[in-house]
C-alpha cells in the first residue's frame, strides 16, 4: 500500500513568488492535514482538509491557503512568499473521523531566497 | 491553546544505556502519539496511545500515558546507534480537531557506539 506522496521534494523560490505544493493521501484516507517545520518553532498545524472541506485552521496569515479535491488528493498554497517561509511542509493523511492515527509524508523541502 | 512541553531537548548517551523522554502539558488530550524523525524526511509513527494509565511497548521502547491523559513518556532500553533520531511527541484534543496534531519540540537523541 502506498503512502503519502508529496510534491515536490525540493523547490527554492525568490520573495515575492508564490509556491504549490501537492500531497496524495493513502488510497481510502480522506482526512489531509497540512503542518509547517522549522528549527525554531517546530512543526505548527496549517490546516486540515476533510471531504473537500476546510475543517481546522492553525494560526497562519492569509497567504497560506490550501484545497482537497474530490479524490482527496491536497495543495498548499503559499503566495507572496517571504524568507521565513523557508521550511519542511509536511502532509498527513487520516482515515477518517475519529482517533485515528495520522501518517506523514516525506515533506517538501521550500527555501526562499 | 494547547501546548506540549517535551523534554529534555536534547540527548547525547552512550550504547546499551536508558533514557526516559517526557511530554507534558496542563491539557487533556484525547490521544497521544510518538513520532521518530530522520533529517530530511517525514515524521514516521511509532505508537498512539489513547486510553489513561495505558502501556505500550514495540521491542526495546515504553510508551506510557499518564491517568489523567495529561502526558506522556518513552522509555528506551539499551539504547542503540540506530535509536538516533528526533523524537516528537504529538497530542490530539480530539471532538472536532481530530485532524489537528499539536506537536512537542521535539528531543534530539544521540547514541554513540
Known amino acids: 500500500k502506498a503512502g503519502v506522496t508529496q510534491t515536490p521534494r525540493y523547490l527554492i523560490k525568490t520573495r515575492g513568488q508564490q509556491v504549490t505544493l501537492s500531497c496524495s493521501p493513502i488510497s481510502g484516507h480522506r482526512s489531509v492535514s497540512w503542518y509547517q517545520q522549522t528549527p525554531g518553532q517546530g512543526l505548527q498545524f496549517l490546516f486540515e482538509y476533510f471531504s473537500e472541506t476546510q475543517r481546522n485552521k492553525g494560526n497562519f496569515p492569509g497567504r497560506f491557503s490550501g484545497r482537497q479535491f474530490s479524490n482527496s488528493r491536497s495543495e498548499m498554497n503559499v503566495s507572496t512568499l517571504e524568507l521565513g517561509d523557508s521550511a519542511l511542509y509536511l502532509c498527513?493523511?487520516?482515515?477518517?473521523?475519529?482517533?485515528?492515527?495520522?501518517?506523514f509524508g516525506q515533506g517538501t523541502r521550500l527555501t526562499v531566497v | 491553546t494547547q501546548l506540549l512541553e517535551q523534554s529534555p531537548q536534547f540527548l547525547s548517551i552512550q550504547e546499551g544505556e536508558n533514557l526516559t523522554v517526557y511530554c507534558n502539558s496542563s491539557s487533556v488530550f484525547s490521544s497521544l502519539q510518538w513520532y521518530r524523525q530522520e533529517p530530511g524526511e517525514g515524521p514516521v509513527l511509532l505508537v498512539t496511545?489513547?486510553?489513561?494509565?495505558e502501556v505500550k511497548k514495540l521491542k526495546r521502547l515504553t510508551f506510557q500515558f499518564g491517568d489523567a491523559r495529561k502526558d506522556s513518556s518513552l522509555h528506551i532500553t539499551a539504547a542503540q546507534p540506530g535509536d538516533t533520531g528526533l523524537y516528537l511527541c504529538a497530542g490530539n484534543a480530539g471532538g472536532t480537531s481530530y485532524g489537528k496534531l499539536t506537536f512537542g519540540q521535539g528531543t534530539i537523541l544521540t547514541v554513540h557506539p
Open positions: 498527513a493523511s487520516r482515515r477518517t473521523g475519529g482517533n485515528t492515527e495520522a501518517f
Open positions: 496511545v489513547v486510553t489513561g494509565g
